[in-house]
């Protein structure tokens, strides 16, 4: 299992058919999606960034860390999409599942509080998304896999259809799940219709290096946490905020098609 957490680590401190009718489908989060195979309501998908009235088109860094790794990806991630004129990266914080008595045993520092937690209504917002976890035996960890299974109001509705999203990751060790961890968690967006977006190999030549140990793959950036205390490393920093200027110049492309 990886950890997720921050810059400076220690485990010491730290057209769509959906149905109407008829036999829901349950949701975690409670609720629950109808549906009538023989009568399907068409639904088309949104696409909020083409209408968005913000002076600038955002991408919302969503992540969930634990002891800091991904949360330094994060704001690494940010600099790159903040680099790209018209765009600009707000970073938002998943709830914790784990209560304070468990975070406290494993030795989890406090979360950082000026990074506000999103809510489920808050996505529509976005004009593209990256998503950040620790893994959890090569899938996220599962309060990300929580976040998204409460998502189902915004499914039912394909409100999320054809916005553009990608993943980062931090593993305990370098077989630690940095790209199966990303490929099981695509799931995520194909149930949304959402556009997976990895960046691959368009890193350059760094990303063949063999001389060093790093994280990140073409599937997105990532970090190699260890026991908790590596901190990451030059080059990961550089995957990740190259990460945030491809997606950054990729949701322009979406926003406005003619962009190069």
């Not at 929580?146 to 370098?174: M, N, R, W």
């Not at 990740?240 to 949701?251: F, N, R, T």
Request: hydrophobic share 35%; proline share 7%; glycine share 12%.
């Amino acid at each position: 299992m990886g950890k997720g957490g921050g810059c400076i680590p220690t485990k010491h401190k730290a057209s769509f058919e959906v149905s109407d009718q008829s036999q829901p489908l349950p949701s975690t989060d409670g609720s629950s999606i109808p549906m009538d195979h023989q009568n399907p309501k068409k639904i088309e998908p949104t696409f909020p960034f083409q209408d968005s009235t913000s002076p600038k088109l955002r991408i919302f860094i969503v992540f969930y860390s634990m002891y800091r790794h991904v949360e330094c990806l994060a704001t690494t991630i940010k600099k790159g999409v903040d680099g790209v004129e018209g765009v600009e990266g707000v970073l938002y914080r998943v709830p914790e599942t784990l209560k304070p008595q468990a975070l406290d045993q494993m030795k989890v520092p406090p979360k950082n509080e000026e990074i506000p937690v999103i809510s489920v209504e808050d996505l529509v917002e976005a004009d593209g998304f990256l998503f950040g976890f620790p893994t959890r035996y090569g899938c996220m960890a599962w309060q990300m896999k929580a976040f998204f299974d409460s998502t189902g109001v915004l499914l039912k509705e394909q409100k999320l259809a054809g916005v553009p999203a990608g993943f980062f990751v931090s593993t305990g060790t370098q077989g630690g799940g940095q790209e199966t961890t990303v490929l099981t968690a695509v799931t995520q967006l194909a149930h949304h219709g959402m556009v997976y977006v990895p960046i691959g190999y368009t890193f350059g030549a760094d990303i063949f290096e063999m001389d060093v140990i790093r994280g990140g793959s073409p599937y997105g950036a990532g970090v190699f946490s260890g026991d908790g205390s590596r901190e990451p490393s030059e080059t990961e920093l550089a995957l990740a905020e190259y990460q945030g200027k491809y997606m950054a110049i990729i949701v322009k492309k979406f926003a406005h098609p003619k962009v190069k």
